[in-house]
């Protein structure tokens, strides 16, 4: 397989440190709110990177965290006069809610910051220690920038070209370091902040130190693939190297991976811009496999525009696989041939073909576009070849080849069976009945039932209304 890294700037044959393992740690959300479709990408793209990789044989250690200390949790826990971990522990609930529906697996591990701190502190001390970092008069510790010789080698940025240049590494306490380059490890605590003792000040940690320490304890030293969005290369992947390599002696990570963005009206989807989506909004209006289709029709390095004609374009191409998938399971369960016959033999020799060249679509850089291509035409080789009077061994073989290749894309193409609509009318009576009684955590247990089942409420003056997403 081949795989673009950041760090050469070119595609290279993936090799892991570890015969049949892959390492892999991915730059998680901060979790004060709802994740937007933005977030989503990382997490589909990458999710689908750790599938093929499992179908190719390999046991991927997949390492994600959640940033759940960080400014904007701890003014939205003032805000709400809750402690921050009331807010990173209920969206961090929610995230893998959406996570779920968006089918992406969970991670063998999902380490959150402030169960690190000890970590922290220690690989903090050993920079010190070793002259890679300082603390200032205020307790502030800061990396010792220019101590690292190959500070620049992801960002592709030179020293002297980032010298007082860039302003997102000037922080508060500016005058205290000893160049402008240098970031910061640990800070003093603020009034109303949540803070750690340390031998240093009582206060708690930079952003980038988290990664480097959670990448060591879960997968070691020294890692396959580290992953994100571009908007990480630098000054956050930068930093996590110069931290990690400083700290270890040893290189952090073989592969970089960098999603690009996902853009509306060609701007950066971004919460601080308040142009954004949440996925939970999308999953009022579309199956959220609609979404994950929609992420995989870009090649991950190119930058995606989201529109209402492209997800509805991507609804199409879903629900094409889909009910190919019903037809095939329908003549399965009606035609009276078992075996195949001579001609229809060589039909299925030709599945292979289809996997060929998705195989092959994947192995360049995750070509998923062209991936979603080859099923596709699997598919039309599937609607012109499956007729009523087809062996349920070709019909069988195509099915599975199908759902198969969709699920190393993390798609499911083969639906339980729908509820009926008294079903859904007893649910919703229920649903009823539980909000007058105040029980309002079954009332939302049963509109999540439904909305997992494709079918979506909308309370309206005139009672409620529902309507099935496809
Ligand atoms: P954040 O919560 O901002 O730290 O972002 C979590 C992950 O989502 C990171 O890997 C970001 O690079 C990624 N991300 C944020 N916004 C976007 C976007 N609009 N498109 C693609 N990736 C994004
Ligand atoms: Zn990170």
């Given at each position: 397989?081949?795989?673009?890294?950041?760090?050469?700037?070119?595609?290279?044959?993936?090799?892991?440190?570890?015969?049949?393992?892959?390492?892999?740690?991915?730059?998680?959300?901060?979790?004060?709110?709802?994740?937007?479709?933005?977030?989503?990408?990382?997490?589909?793209?990458?999710?689908?990177?750790?599938?093929?990789?499992?179908?190719?044989?390999?046991?991927?250690?997949?390492?994600?965290?959640?940033?759940?200390?960080?400014?904007?949790?701890?003014?939205?826990?003032?805000?709400?006069?809750?402690?921050?971990?009331?807010?990173?522990?209920?969206?961090?609930?929610?995230?893998?809610?959406?996570?779920?529906?968006?089918?992406?697996?969970?991670?063998?591990?999902?380490?959150?910051?402030?169960?690190?701190?000890?970590?922290?502190?220690?690989?903090?001390?050993?920079?010190?220690?070793?002259?890679?970092?300082?603390?200032?008069?205020?307790?502030?510790?800061?990396?010792?920038?220019?101590?690292?010789?190959?500070?620049?080698?992801?960002?592709?940025?030179?020293?002297?070209?980032?010298?007082?240049?860039?302003?997102?590494?000037?922080?508060?306490?500016?005058?205290?370091?000893?160049?402008?380059?240098?970031?910061?490890?640990?800070?003093?605590?603020?009034?109303?902040?949540?803070?750690?003792?340390?031998?240093?000040?009582?206060?708690?940690?930079?952003?980038?130190?988290?990664?480097?320490?959670?990448?060591?304890?879960?997968?070691?030293?020294?890692?396959?693939?580290?992953?994100?969005?571009?908007?990480?290369?630098?000054?956050?992947?930068?930093?996590?190297?110069?931290?990690?390599?400083?700290?270890?002696?040893?290189?952090?990570?073989?592969y970089w991976m960098h999603n690009a963005?996902?853009?509306?009206?060609?701007?950066?989807?971004?919460?601080?811009?308040?142009?954004?989506?949440?996925?939970?909004?999308?999953?009022?209006?579309?199956?959220?496999?609609?979404?994950?289709?929609?992420?995989?029709?870009?090649?991950?390095?190119?930058?995606?525009?989201?529109?209402?004609?492209?997800?509805e374009a991507a609804k199409n191409g879903?629900?094409?696989?889909?009910?190919?998938?019903?037809?095939?399971?329908?003549?399965?369960?009606?035609?009276?041939?078992?075996?195949?016959?001579?001609?229809?033999?060589?039909?299925?020799?030709?599945?292979?073909?289809?996997?060929?060249?998705?195989?092959?679509?994947?192995?360049?850089?995750?070509?998923?576009?062209?991936?979603?291509?080859?099923?596709?035409?699997?598919?039309?080789?599937?609607?012109?070849?499956?007729?009523?009077?087809?062996?349920?061994?070709?019909?069988?073989?195509?099915?599975?080849?199908?759902?198969?290749?969709?699920?190393?894309?993390?798609?499911?193409?083969?639906?339980?069976?729908?509820?009926?609509?008294?079903?859904?009318?007893?649910?919703?009576?229920?649903?009823?009945?539980?909000?007058?009684?105040?029980?309002?955590?079954?009332?939302?247990?049963i509109r999540q039932e439904l909305l997992?089942?494709?079918?979506?409420?909308?309370?309206?003056?005139?009672?409620?209304?529902?309507?099935?997403?496809?």
């Amino acid at each position: 397989m081949q795989i673009y890294n950041t760090l050469s700037k070119r595609k290279e044959e993936f090799v892991p440190i570890e015969p049949g393992k892959v390492r892999m740690y991915v730059c998680g959300p901060t979790v004060y709110n709802l994740i937007h479709i933005g977030n989503a990408r990382p997490m589909i793209v990458f999710d689908t990177c750790r599938r093929y990789m499992e179908h190719k044989g390999y046991e991927v250690n997949y390492v994600s965290n959640f940033t759940d200390v960080d400014d904007k949790i701890i003014k939205k826990a003032n805000e709400e006069g809750v402690d921050p971990s009331v807010i990173s522990e209920r969206y961090i609930a929610e995230c893998k809610k959406d996570m779920s529906h968006m089918n992406v697996k969970p991670a063998t591990t999902h380490p959150k910051a402030t169960e690190e701190i000890d970590g922290m502190l220690q690989m903090i001390q050993t920079l010190i220690d070793k002259g890679h970092a300082y603390v200032a008069k205020d307790g502030t510790v800061y990396f010792r920038t220019r101590s690292f010789k190959e500070y620049g080698k992801l960002s592709h940025k030179n020293l002297d070209d980032l010298q007082g240049g860039n302003r997102s590494l000037l922080v508060s306490g500016e005058d205290q370091k000893e160049d402008s380059l240098d970031f910061v490890l640990w800070k003093p605590k603020k009034e109303g902040e949540p803070y750690w003792e340390s031998p240093w000040c009582n206060g708690r940690p930079g952003w980038h130190i988290e990664c480097s320490v959670m990448s060591k304890k879960y997968l070691g030293e020294e890692i396959d693939i580290h992953a994100g969005g571009e908007d990480l290369v630098f000054p956050h992947h930068e930093n996590e190297i110069a931290q990690s390599e400083a700290a270890n002696g040893k290189t952090f990570a073989k592969y970089w991976m960098h999603n690009a963005f996902l853009n509306i009206d060609n701007k950066k989807m971004s919460k601080s811009l308040g142009n954004f989506f949440t996925v939970r909004d999308i999953s009022e209006k579309y199956d959220l496999q609609v979404l994950r289709f929609f992420m995989l029709s870009a090649h991950y390095r190119s930058p995606l525009n989201f529109s209402a004609e492209l997800m509805e374009a991507a609804k199409n191409g879903y629900e094409r696989i889909v009910s190919c998938v019903e037809n095939l399971k329908y003549l399965e369960q009606n035609t009276t041939l078992s075996s195949a016959t001579k001609e229809e033999e060589e039909l299925i020799a030709r599945i292979q073909s289809f996997e060929e060249k998705f195989d092959a679509a994947m192995d360049d850089d995750l070509n998923t576009a062209d991936a979603l291509s080859a099923i596709f035409e699997l598919v039309k080789f599937a609607n012109t070849n499956a007729k009523a009077e087809s062996s349920k061994e070709l019909l069988q073989a195509l099915r599975e080849k199908i759902v198969e290749l969709s699920d190393i894309c993390g798609l499911i193409v083969e639906k339980d069976a729908e509820l009926l609509d008294s079903e859904v009318e007893a649910l919703i009576e229920e649903r009823t009945m539980a909000r007058k009684n105040k029980d309002f955590a079954r009332a939302d247990a049963i509109r999540q039932e439904l909305l997992d089942k494709g079918i979506v409420l909308e309370d309206t003056r005139e009672g409620v209304k529902w309507h099935r997403n496809f």
